[in-house]
């Protein structure tokens, strides 16, 4: 019973919805209406508002390496070079982040948008927001004074006659002006500032134009907002400019200024940075000379006092002496030590009939030596136990030239500890007398020598500083585009705007929606007003 009233509900709602689209059909004069007037807006839109065009351009940030791989080639010197304060010379890491916001910087905006000359609109006749671009009849250029001063909108209504005359409306925020002139060129002064007026290429023709002049920084607040400038990828270096306008010439000239103005700045800083280093530099190396000239007369002044000649040859040579003597020492300490192993393995009685290792090079290349032949001795005492009964006479044989061979190792091996020890002996004698001559170097030569290192250092810096000088003065002397251009500023085929796809939209969603919200209204009052009637 409750499934039989659950159907007839919905059947009645299905049967009051057609009810409802059924009686919507009774107005079709309306929607016919409706439609007609949204088509007609629809089209004077897509008539009225300008094609917008997407341009696009790529460029690829380069590090000056001019500057970087010098700094790089200094090696050991760039903890010195850090202690001077020149560390982050030639440092050509990029941030992404940071050059993205230089691009977008209201400084850079602002440098294209003067040059550009984009802060001046000139509104096109009938027609809605669209600012011509090299197609206007008439110039209008703020001086630079003007441009950098100027702090709020200024539009001149400009009518020009056939007759030449030219009447001209200035409007600012507080004040309005009314100017005559005879002819083009003309100066328009006003509180604001001064205004050049001329013709575009001296075309001479009637016009009449509503021109607005805005500060240069509003514009480049706007243009922040509207361009996209982003890293083409996570893993390169790549960045991507895009932006939209209707007049495809402003649209390209405003990328390649922007990236041309960038690199200008850019290579401009790097100089600026440059010159201050070598500016540094100079100061550096002046008084690294005056230290210079300073150590190098208090080494001649000490020298001639105490008669001294050249002393530390004598001092150079015993050191390179006693380098050689420490090196033979050494090997010989070690050479000691390797016999007294070979030694306590041969005394070894496990170790009777194992082959003794040769530790010692010169055992190993010698054929007839006595461990050389111990050991082949062993190997043919071996081969023949394996082929012969244990009682042989040859392995008798072969036990007792092992015996005997193996005194002739003892004997061998004392006779080099001792040899070994006599060498030893006689270089520990040398290096003693050597260090007793050391010993009787006077004082003053101590002191000379550390006048003499004193000099060493400062012709060491001198050098260094020179050097960078010179890397930095080269770097200066060249121009370097960081942004290096990969795709030029190019216009997009298909033009982004007006969308014809909503505007249809919006045509349709405006001839369904807006009868059925007037119809239902209506039908909404009147229901009203019949209660009202009834109660009353």
């Not at 001479?204 to 990828?233: C, F, G, H, N, R």
């Not at 009868?515 to 009147?526: D, E, N």
Request: net charge negative.
């Amino acid at each position: 019973m409750e499934i039989m009233n659950e159907i007839n509900v919905t059947d009645d709602e299905t049967i009051g919805l057609k009810k409802i689209i059924v009686s919507y059909f009774d107005y079709w004069k309306f929607f016919l209406a409706v439609f007609l007037l949204s088509l007609t807006l629809g089209v004077i839109y897509l008539i009225v508002m300008p094609k917008t065009y997407e341009m696009t351009a790529r460029v690829q940030l380069q590090e000056d390496k001019s500057m970087g791989t010098a700094a790089m080639a200094l090696g050991e010197t760039a903890g010195l070079m850090k202690s001077f304060g020149l560390g982050n010379i030639g440092n050509g890491s990029i941030n992404m982040d940071d050059e993205l916001v230089k691009f977008l910087s209201n400084n850079l905006l602002e440098k294209m948008i003067l040059e550009l000359g984009i802060n001046v609109n000139y509104n096109k006749p009938y027609a809605y927001k669209h600012y011509l671009y090299e197609k206007s009849p008439i110039v209008l250029r703020p001086d630079s004074l003007t441009n950098a001063s100027l702090s709020e909108r200024i539009v001149f209504n400009i009518a020009i006659k056939t007759n030449g005359k030219v009447e001209i409306e200035a409007k600012g925020e507080s004040e309005k002006k009314h100017l005559v002139f005879d002819s083009l060129p003309a100066e328009i002064q006003i509180k604001e500032g001064s205004f050049l007026l001329s013709y575009t290429d001296g075309k001479k023709e009637a016009v009449s134009m509503k021109v607005d002049v805005v500060p240069a920084k509003w514009v480049a607040d706007e243009l922040a907002e509207q361009l996209t400038i982003e890293e083409y990828s996570k893993t390169s270096n790549v960045v991507e400019f895009v932006c939209q306008d209707y007049e495809k010439k402003r649209g390209i000239d405003m990328l390649n200024t922007l990236i041309s103005l960038y690199n200008e700045q850019e290579d401009n800083y790097g100089k600026k940075e440059g010159l201050k280093s070598i500016d540094f530099l100079n100061k550096r190396i002046n008084s690294t000379v005056s230290d210079l000239i300073k150590v190098e007369r208090e080494i001649e002044v000490y020298k001639l006092e105490n008669k001294m000649t050249a002393i530390e040859y004598d001092v150079q040579f015993y050191a390179e002496q006693m380098k050689d003597l420490q090196l033979k020492i050494i090997e010989l300490e070690a050479q000691s030590h390797l016999i007294e192993m070979m030694s306590e393995y041969i005394k070894n009685p496990v170790n009777k009939y194992n082959l003794i290792p040769s530790l010692l090079s010169a055992e190993t290349s010698d054929k007839s030596s006595p461990l050389t032949l111990y050991n082949e001795a062993l190997l043919e005492r071996s081969r023949i136990m394996q082929a012969s009964e244990t009682e042989s006479p040859l392995i008798e044989k072969a036990n007792r030239q092992v015996e005997q061979l193996r005194g002739s190792v003892f004997l061998s091996i004392e006779n080099t500890r001792k040899s070994l020890n006599l060498t030893l002996g006689d270089l520990k004698k040398k290096e003693k007398m050597i260090l007793d001559k050391m010993g009787k170097v006077p004082t003053l030569e101590k002191e000379y020598i550390d006048l003499k290192r004193q000099q060493e250092i400062y012709q060491g810096v001198y050098l260094i500083l020179l050097q960078k000088k010179e890397e930095i003065a080269l770097s200066i002397g060249k121009d370097f585009d960081k942004a290096r251009v990969l795709d030029a500023a190019y216009v997009k085929e298909a033009p982004v705007g007006p969308r014809k796809l909503f505007v249809g939209l919006a045509i349709i969603l405006f001839t369904l929606c807006f009868p059925v919200i007037c119809i239902f209204v209506k039908t909404q009052i009147l229901a009203l007003r019949e209660e009202y009637l009834k109660i009353k």
